[in-house]
């Protein structure tokens, strides 16, 4: 009886994946790029606050930026948000931000109720540019090189203990290679 | 001292799971009374030793023990006591060990309730349950100890994650658990009977309190867990499709298809087969669930610590135990399938529906869940599936299920006429399409295709469960009660209703918006005016918070005042958002604060969230439900009287 053995069959193809899953390779929270060190995607998108210009991959050339996917409906974005806003403040850095997968109205809104802490924001709503960047689930944070190169990605609410630890040894390493 | 106390004690109870699982299974292999009785004493030995080694471990929590590693890492000198408790099951290693002991707590209650049964199957339940726990066991001496030193000890701990730090969190992981753990109960006795090769609809009879209990613990922690989000993660949402959250949400999905279909195989002795699957399934989706967050092979906002080698040894254990399960299933339910008949229109057709559209909802949300991962194993490429996938995948199977609820609980076994049907329900049907748009209408001024249906199914279903109660409390004393079973199905099904006209209501209607306030600034929001009276610093034992005080006014006159809190928890410096919540019968006002705006203002969010507490009052009706249904008595009668009161009865569900 064939029909008594499908059970069984899905299962071990689940249990297939799952051990793939597993590969010690695929540490999503730390380094899941395969852009890591290539030169990240070429994006060109409408800007959020100004739909009839666009921002692309120039709008940081030849400086260290961070470029953060973001979107209202995201649960840990908004815990990231205090924490951008300080580093607007605080940092060198620039922060430019892609709307992901968003509406523009809701978006807008939030950055004038919580602040705006990007340079810029790109407005991404099917996700063109999320696929080519590899984008997992918001929010997501790259650090760019001068080159163009993606330096760091991190998977989830940007931390303080993350960009102490992680973010500002490489911009310290980035910004002193070059001169 | 204590703490190798603890750990020693489990591993007495890993050397007792053993016995517990082996002498049984040989016994009632060899006819052996002896071994068969091993059983009793080594489940009741294990759960002592577990209660102690849990015992050890919140002693170290309540002494700040920061020698043992477990402690320091999720516990701190000026923690609130309660919270030094909670934060037992706060993290991987002592949910884990929350997990045997209440594992080991369910096997104590089969023992205790259980001397009815035929030995050699009760014998093969326990041994079952052993197994389950030596893998537990074992998983949690070799890669989760929670009693590992840490030399030398810390001054002062980490700190428990301030997210935890709260009452709601308190208490949902372990009412979850004891759902989860509960489904084990009709896993094991489901493999006992398809290792004795015999499945009567007596072993439906047994089944169906211990799957009800389980599935009732794991609605009420649902729904706190829902509720938990809704005022602690500080933006009014109060379900979020998250990987953890559907990972308890497809075990109740399936539980529900089981004790359905358990109420076939009762009644009937049908879908024997397809209900050894439910309840395999069940429980597997529980492991599956609470397992796959800790391996790290799904992110979830909040899942814990990643460890690959745990990982590993999760999918070892999952493969046994599922693929185990999974095998026998294929081996042995082909003979046990019967070949009674049943008419199109009868409660049988109405049962499967329910089973097939409850499987299509589970399957639709797994498949959701792992879509990234397949995905992304695919082709390299990685997809994210959110909120507006689920919403719409979970809507299409739930809507014909709402419907069809209401007939198919007045629908007679194996054959009902159609007429007396149409009869019977041709009032609450009228009633509910009238009201259903109405009072949209008339309470909140509008309504649409969605709302409509929505609230016209949960008026159908809230009326068609209590048409049989009226009628059996107008014919009164002396007349044939309604029993139990009956009662609690009808309760239920009320409850369903209740949840989905919440649901119906809070999502179209809420009003949210954020504003910029000043000190003395007011807002109108969906009738209500907001008025920020002040800002204040405060602090608590382990934090230091920025409390607003919200003054909140209807037509000019004052009903209440919220203090939403920003907090900043010392140890851990994460901030928190405690939401400030006026709540009413038939609505919330809620109010967070947001990050200051600069000259002064701050952004504030207020929300309007009409019927929501019919969403978690509508589970809690479910639960209720649950707890009547399963404490029917004929689960505790003998054998003989139980004919004499299924002759005297109707039949409920």
């Not at chain 1, 950055?111 to 705006?116: A, C, I, K």
């Not at chain 2, 050894?276 to 899942?303: C, D, Q, W, Y």
């Not at chain 2, 999760?314 to 019967?338: E, K």
């Not at chain 2, 006429?417 to 009238?434: G, S, T």
Request: with cysteine; glycine share 10%.
């Amino acid at each position: 009886m064939l029909k008594f053995v499908v059970p069984l069959i899905a299962f071990g193809l689940l249990v297939g994946v799952f051990i793939k899953g597993l590969d010690p390779e695929r540490d999503l929270k730390k380094l899941p790029s395969p852009f890591l060190g290539k030169e990240a995607p070429h994006f060109d998108l409408p800007r959020l606050k100004v739909p009839n210009e666009r921002i692309s991959n120039q709008a940081y050339d030849g400086e260290v930026a961070i470029v953060n996917f973001w979107a209202t409906w995201c649960v840990g974005c908004r815990q990231e948000h205090g924490f951008l806003m300080e580093l607007s403040r605080t940092s060198d850095v620039p922060i430019y931000g892609i709307d992901w997968r968003d509406q523009r109205e809701p978006a807008l809104q939030w950055l004038s109720q919580l602040g705006d802490p990007y340079v810029a924001s790109g407005f991404d709503a099917d996700s063109v540019t999320g696929i080519n960047w590899g984008v997992y689930g918001a929010p997501e944070t790259f650090l760019i090189g001068k080159d163009g190169r993606v330096l760091l990605k991190h998977l989830g609410p940007l931390s303080r203990d993350a960009w102490e630890n992680d973010f500002l040894p490489a911009i310290v390493a980035a910004e002193g290679n070059q001169p | 001292m204590i703490p190798e106390v603890g750990h020693f004690a489990l591993i007495l109870a890993l050397a007792l799971s053993i016995c517990q699982c082996a002498l049984p299974l040989l016994g009632a292999h060899r006819n052996d009374q002896a071994m068969m009785g091993v059983a009793r004493p080594a489940a009741v030995g294990q759960f002592v030793f577990i209660a102690i080694s849990f015992g050890c471990l919140t002693w170290s929590f309540l002494q700040s023990d920061f020698s043992v590693l477990y402690v320091a890492s999720h516990s701190q000198l000026s923690l609130p006591t309660a919270y030094k408790i909670s934060a037992v099951w706060g993290a991987h290693e002592g949910s884990l060990l929350l997990w045997v002991l209440l594992l080991a707590g369910w096997t104590v209650l089969v023992c205790r309730y259980s001397s009815e049964l035929p030995e050699k199957f009760s014998a093969r339940v326990i041994a079952v349950m052993g197994g389950l726990s030596f893998g537990f066991l074992l998983f949690t001496l070799l890669t989760s100890n929670p009693f590992e030193r840490l030399l030398p000890a810390a001054a002062d701990g980490a700190d428990l994650n301030p997210l935890l730090q709260d009452p709601g969190l308190a208490i949902h992981p372990p009412i979850l658990y004891i759902g989860y753990v509960g489904f084990s109960v009709a896993f094991a006795f489901a493999i006992a009977a398809m290792i004795s090769g015999d499945l009567d609809q007596k072993w439906a009879r047994w089944t169906r309190p211990w799957t009800t209990s389980a599935w009732l613990f794991l609605t009420v922690g649902i729904a706190l867990g829902s509720w938990w989000a809704y005022y602690e993660l500080g933006w009014g949402g109060w379900w979020f499709w998250d990987p953890v959250e559907n990972a308890s949400f497809m075990p109740w999905l399936i539980g529900t298809a089981l004790i359905h279909s358990l109420a076939v195989t009762e009644k009937r002795g049908l879908f024997k087969s397809w209900t050894l699957l439910l309840a395999i399934s069940a429980f597997s989706l529980s492991l599956l669930g609470t397992f796959l967050v800790r391996s790290g092979i799904l992110i979830s906002v909040h899942s814990f610590a990643v460890d690959p080698e745990r990982g590993l040894f999760i999918l070892a254990f999952l493969g046994i135990v599922i693929g185990g399960a999974l095998v026998l299933y294929a081996w042995r339910a082909p003979s046990m399938d019967s070949e009674a008949g049943f008419r199109p229109v009868s409660r049988e057709t109405f049962l499967v529906l329910n089973n097939v559209l409850l499987v299509i909802a589970t399957a639709l949300i797994l498949g959701g869940t792992l879509a990234p991962l397949f995905v992304e194993l695919l082709d390299g490429s990685k997809i994210s599936v959110g909120p507006p996938y689920f919403e719409i995948a979970f809507a299409i199977p739930m809507v014909p299920l709402v419907l069809l609820m209401a007939i198919g609980m007045h629908t007679a076994w194996r054959n009902q006429a159609p007429k007396a049907l149409v009869n019977k329900l041709r009032l609450p049907a009228m009633v509910a399409v009238v009201v259903g748009i109405l009072i949209p209408l008339i309470f909140y001024g509008g309504t649409s295709v969605m709302l409509a249906v929505g609230a016209i199914a949960a008026i159908w279903v809230m009326l068609a469960s209590v048409i049989d109660p009226i009628r059996s409390w107008k014919r009164g004393a002396g007349s044939v009660a309604l029993t139990r079973g009956a009662i609690g199905m009808s309760v239920a099904h009320f409850g369903v209703g209740f949840f989905v006209l919440g649901v119906t209501v809070v999502s179209a209607f809420t009003v949210e918006a954020d504003r910029s306030l000043r000190i003395g600034d007011r807002e109108n929001v969906a009738g209500y005016e907001f008025e920020l009276r002040g800002l204040k610093n405060t602090t608590g034992p382990n934090y230091q918070a920025l409390e607003g005080e919200v003054d909140i006014y209807k037509d000019g006159d004052f009903i209440g005042q919220v203090r939403p809190q920003k907090r900043t928890y010392l140890v851990q410096k994460s901030p928190m958002t405690e939401a400030g919540i006026d709540a009413g019968w038939n609505r919330d006002l809620f109010v967070a604060l947001g990050d200051p705006l600069g000259n002064d203002a701050w952004s504030v969010r207020l929300q309007y969230k009409p019927l929501i507490r019919f969403i978690w009052l509508g589970a809690f009706i479910m639960a209720l439900g649950g707890l009547i249904a399963a404490s029917d008595r004929r689960y505790r009668l003998t054998a003989t009287q139980k004919e004499s009161v299924r002759i005297q009865q109707g039949e409920p569900a």
